[in-house]
Every structure is written in C-alpha cells, then in structure tokens.
Antibody, heavy 113, light 112 residues
Framework: EVQLVESGGGLIQPGGSLRLSCAAS????????MSWVRQAPGKGLEWVSVIYSGGSTYYADSVKGRFTISRDNSKNTLYLQMNSLRAEDTAVYYC???????WGQGTLVTVSS | DVVMTQSPLSLPVTLGQPASISCRSS???????????LNWFQQRPGQSPRRLIYKVSNRDSGVPDRFSGSGSGTDFTLKISRVEAEDVGVYYCMQGTHWPPTFGGGTKVEIK
C-alpha cells in the first residue's frame, strides 16, 4: 500500500527556515516524480516544487531561490528545505506522488511573529 | 501560467441527482505526446485531496463509476451521475501539461 507521511511543520518567525520531510512506503521515491503542493488556510491548491526521477527540479516563481526540494534514496524520503520564510508561505504542505496519484496527510507551516 | 477556471463556485445538489462541474483552461492542454494532462481531485472536509480522474477521463482505482470526466482542448467536465452524501467537498481540476501545474479555484459541492 502506498503511504506518504509528512512531518516538520510548525510555527516559525518570518525570515526563518524549516525543513519538511515526506517518508514514503509502498513505492520507490527515486523511481517517480514527486511534488510538494501547498494550501493556504481556506484557500485552493498551489504546486510548489517537483523533483523528477532523473534529479531535475522545478519551482514555482513564488518560492524560487528560497525553497529546495531533494530526496534521500536510502531513506525513501522527500524533503523541502524552506528558507527566508514569509507570512504568505503559511499553508498546509502536502507531498504528492506523480501528478497527484497519492497524497500525504499534510503538515502545517505557520509563519508569524 | 495556464489559468484554470472552474464553474460554478458552489453547487448545491439534491441526493440522488446528477451534478456537473466545468473547467476551462487558458491554453490547450494537449501535450506534444498527444495526451491531455487534465486531472480531477476531490477534497472532503478536513482531508487531503484525492485524485478521481486522470488524463481527462480515466478513473482512479477505487473511484465509484458515478464519477466521469470528459472534454478536450480547453474545455472539460466532471460529472457525478447520482450524488451521495459522501461526495460533499471541494472539487479541483488541475492541468499538468504546462509548467507549472495549475489548479482551478475549486467547486464546493453540498447537499441541498
């Protein structure tokens, strides 16, 4: 059974950093393309970043230069390093397999002083 | 970015009656490989999104056959043949043809 479990969210001050993790089971992360998608409170869905099986990465303009997507094949885990956080980054962050075939339960990131 | 426009924003439906959601894209979603990467997602209250339909009309495993997707080019539709109580939630279309992937604003389905 495919499972995705996010962790690492929390309350962080503006300008701070946070690293999100997404532990996968039931499939191999490195053999799929994996994404981070976020949802601000009461709002819709926004694609944040993707990493392809070959290692290529892409970012939404809103996070480019501040966020970094990566994976650890030995741990079958996806990461999102978030730096220079802003209030507008406040959202539930989901990891997703391929084009949304499977989603995790999400982890809430709140950027506030 | 490709803009995905859904309508209606809110859809009150009587149990057992059909429902239809429209999704229009600002550009054609036909990719160079001939496929059209248009997906539909359901998000029940308090839950993560769940993919229902991929590549316009393919139902995901475990999705009831009362859900169907259709369309082409820039115009797409999700239909629920007979709405059940468990169908309450927000439905999103999403295009994966052009980077970045973009979602529609969502349609909230509720029971009258």
């Amino acid at each position: 059974e495919v499972q995705l479990v996010e962790s690492g969210g929390g309350l962080i001050q503006p300008g701070g950093s946070l690293r999100l993790s997404c532990a996968a089971s039931g499939f191999t992360v490195s053999s799929n393309y994996m994404s981070w998608v976020r949802q601000a409170p009461g709002k819709g869905l926004e694609w944040v970043s993707v990493i392809y099986s070959g290692g290529s990465t892409y970012y939404a303009d809103s996070v480019k230069g501040r966020f970094t997507i990566s994976r650890d094949n030995s741990k079958n885990t996806l990461y999102l390093q978030m730096n220079s956080l802003r209030a507008e980054d406040t959202a539930v962050y989901y990891c997703a397999r391929e084009d949304g075939a499977h989603w995790g339960q999400g982890t809430l990131v709140t950027v506030s002083s | 970015d490709v803009v995905m426009t859904q309508s209606p924003l809110s859809l009150p439906v009587t149990l057992g009656q059909p429902a239809s959601i429209s999704c229009r894209s600002s550009q054609s979603l036909v990719y160079s490989d001939g496929n059209t990467y248009l997906n539909w997602f359901q998000q029940r209250p308090g839950q993560s999104p769940r993919r229902l339909i991929y590549k316009v009309s393919n139902r995901d495993s475990g999705v009831p056959d009362r859900f169907s997707g259709s369309g082409s080019g820039t115009d797409f539709t999700l239909k629920i043949s007979r709405v059940e109580a468990e169908d309450v939630g927000v439905y999103y279309c999403m295009q994966g043809t052009h980077w970045p992937p973009t979602f529609g604003g969502g349609t909230k389905v509720e029971i009258k």
